[in-house]
């Protein structure tokens, strides 16, 4: 099946832990992405690769981390750094015409306990 | 820098009643234009999108979208609103000549649909 797998649905972090998030696709596509979504304020772009080995920060980076060293793989790590972490985090492959219709996973809700 | 506008929070409709969401964009050549709905929990799923060409586009669930090059806009609307249709809606323009090419997203309209 074709498609964009997050994991995991629910994560759960103490205070001043790293956790990883991850995203892998079949889809083949070059182009990956990590938005936050919080109410009220739609998605907001946190990184973005448009190729293997290479990743650029988004509007929010600040507190994250990512690697891409596959085509498929485009894992988040939120650290310590990140005062807020609470959130809706959406992976994202782009395709299409000019590569930018977004394909989305189904999200990973992270909770600080 | 491209940005995108829903100006309704949160709209409520009655079942069978039509639906225009409104979306206003700034870019500053001929945008890609996207509408999404999101159940909650889920990711986002594609209605409808505009490249080029016939400005009135047509998109999955029976909805439909217009682009205004005049007014800057892409309101979504649907003749007949059902139940399942409750959702929140994105409207986000893509950004064909910056080297990011990642979508910009309005934030969002929460659509509420009475029996």
């Known amino acids: 099946d074709g498609g964009i797998t997050q994991s995991p649905k629910y994560l759960f972090r103490k205070e001043g832990q790293n956790v990883t998030l991850s995203c892998e696709q079949n889809?083949?596509?070059?182009?990956m992405y990590w938005y936050r979504q919080d109410p009220g304020q739609g998605l907001r772009l946190i990184y973005y690769s448009q190729i293997v080995n290479d990743f650029q920060k988004g509007d929010i980076a600040e507190g994250y981390s990512v690697s891409r060293e596959k085509k498929e793989s485009f894992p988040l790590t939120v650290t310590s750094a990140q005062k807020n972490p609470t959130a809706f985090y959406l992976c994202?492959?782009?395709?299409?015409?000019?590569?930018?219709?977004?394909?989305f996973g189904q999200g990973t809700r992270l909770t600080v306990v | 820098a491209q940005s995108v506008t829903q100006p309704d929070i949160h709209i409520t409709v009655s079942e069978g009643a039509s639906l225009e969401l409104r979306c206003n964009y700034s870019?500053?050549?001929?945008?890609?234009l996207f509408w999404y709905v999101q159940s909650p929990g889920q990711g986002l799923q594609l209605l409808l999108k505009y490249f080029s060409g016939d400005t009135l586009v047509q998109g999955i669930k029976g909805f439909e979208a217009e682009f205004k090059r005049s007014q800057s806009s892409f309101n979504l609307r649907k003749p007949s609103v059902h139940w399942s249709d409750a959702a929140e809606y994105f409207c986000a323009v893509g950004a064909v000549r910056t080297g990011r090419r990642a979508l910009t997203f309005g934030s969002g309209t929460r659509l509420q649909v009475q029996p």
């Open positions: 994202a492959t782009a395709g299409g015409v000019g590569n930018t219709e977004a394909f």
């Open positions: 870019y500053g050549a001929t945008p890609y």
């Open positions: 889809l083949n596509h070059d182009a």
